[in-house]
């Protein structure tokens, strides 16, 4: 993302500087002073973060780039002047230049409205002007928008497309705001999938009721953009490090498989949806001797590098367990054991050309793709496993 700064004050800006390349790493940054030296750039950019007071303008800048349909972000210290001049809602928000918390605020800001472009909000409204306006603001901090009319027009929109988050008015025609929500909510919690209501009802102990049950904050008509900003743009912080969150509860945390913890609430269901399918249990041979001679360290490394060339090796749609200390489970769909048998031995072919630290090691692996359940299929690998070991380990069976 390129962003301009277009500000006289160096030491603002110097400090602008330093916080973007400190918290943005996806943020490239140019500077200039005048309004002069912006007339004549010829390089384009996503974001403009201008002052509101340079040495040759008063807000002419704003125009300029307005008028060429720029994202600009205003910095200024007359917030009074500013708040009241005509740009306040045309530019997609404007900064105090107080103190450096604001530059905290404005990257934070920045950080948002990058993520934001993958994020996809529904807005139910029946008013179409209202409707307008909520897609204006929140297509102003990056946002893609989808529109219904009501309800019933919205929970088509979200069976046929991903959605991230719902605004939802309260009376709307066919399927209002409240039996809306309570839909919304058969499928989707409020973790998952955050609903905020805005309404112009006035009735206090009705928006209660819809917090009770599941929306995730209201708002009262008429509302300022930046209040519809500020809640948005928190409750998707929120959303989102709830979803880092919940990942990382479910992933191992040495190799960054997914952890037993996964295959208990979740392999299940995703077994069931397939008719064809394999699983293969692997188990490093030898483990204990390599962590007696060189070390857990070592072993530890050894994991990760197992863990890594598994991954490296498999489809994207298969699945990577780390099932105990140095045994893997793969989950692979659409796929026969023969078909497995021929990926496994890849690895093996690979392993054996590789070393962690000068040390070789092999792995054990059983395949099995019978069985009516998750626990069944399991059992009947893990039986193929222990014959592998059995028969002298460095090896695949898949009878
Ligand atoms: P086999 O060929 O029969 O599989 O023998 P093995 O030594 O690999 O199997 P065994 O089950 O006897 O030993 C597994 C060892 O793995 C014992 C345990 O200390 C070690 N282990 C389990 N988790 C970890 C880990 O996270 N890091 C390291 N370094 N070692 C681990
Ligand atoms: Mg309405
Ligand atoms: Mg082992
Ligand atoms: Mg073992």
Redesign the pocket.
């Known amino acids: 993302m390129k962003i301009l700064i277009v500000e006289d004050s160096v030491i603002y800006r110097s400090l602008i500087e330093k916080y973007i390349q400190k918290y943005l790493f996806f943020a490239k940054t140019k500077s200039i002073s005048t309004f002069e030296e912006l007339k004549n750039l010829k390089e384009d950019f996503d974001l403009y973060l201008v002052d509101y007071i340079l040495p040759d303008a008063n807000g002419e800048q704003i125009d300029y780039l307005l008028e060429k349909k720029k994202k600009v972000i205003v910095l200024t210290q007359y917030e009074k002047e500013f708040i009241h001049s005509k740009y306040k809602d045309e530019v997609i928000n404007y900064v105090i230049k107080d103190d450096v918390y604001t530059i905290d605020y404005l990257v934070k800001f920045i950080n948002r409205y990058y993520k934001n472009k993958n994020i996809n909000v529904l807005i139910a409204e029946d008013s179409t002007a209202i409707r307008k306006r909520e897609k204006f603001i929140l297509e102003q901090i990056n946002l893609k928008v989808y529109e219904a009319n009501n309800g019933k027009e919205a929970l088509e929109i979200l069976s046929n497309n991903h959605i991230d988050l719902i605004i939802s008015d309260i009376n709307m025609p066919y399927i209002d705001g409240e039996k809306f929500l309570l839909k919304v909510r058969e499928k989707h919690s409020s973790t998952d999938l955050p609903f905020i209501v805005i309404s112009s009802e006035n009735d206090n102990e009705h928006f209660i009721k819809l917090l009770k049950l599941g929306a995730n904050d209201y708002l009262k008509k008429p509302f300022l953009k930046d209040e519809l900003v500020v809640r948005v743009n928190n409750i998707l912080d929120i959303y989102e490090r709830m979803k880092t969150f919940e990942l990382k509860a479910k992933l191992d945390g040495?190799t960054g498989v997914f952890n037993r913890s996964y295959l208990e609430n979740e392999l299940d269901r995703i077994f069931s949806i397939y008719s064809k399918k394999s699983i293969a249990m692997l188990?490093?041979?030898?483990?204990?001797?390599?962590?007696d001679t060189y070390?857990?360290?070592?072993?530890?490394e050894?994991?990760k590098h197992f863990a890594n060339t598994i991954k490296s090796h498999i489809r994207k749609t298969d699945i990577i367990i780390r099932y105990?200390?140095?045994?893997f489970l793969i989950f692979m769909p659409n796929t026969t054991k023969q078909e497995a048998y021929i990926v496994l031995h890849k690895i093996k072919n690979i392993l054996a050309k590789e070393d962690v630290n000068g040390i070789k090691y092999t792995f054990?692996a059983g395949i099995a793709d019978e069985g009516e359940t998750l626990a069944e299929m399991i059992k009947l690998a893990d039986k193929r496993l222990y014959k592998a070991?059995k028969e002298g380990?460095n090896k695949i069976i898949i009878k």
């Not at 070390?295 to 530890?300: C, R, Y």
């Not at 105990?324 to 045994?327: D, I, K, N, P």
Request: net charge negative; charged share 35%.
């Open positions: 040495l188990d490093i041979d030898f483990f204990k001797k390599i962590n070390g857990h360290q070592i072993g530890d050894i994991l105990g200390g140095e045994e054990s070991k380990r």
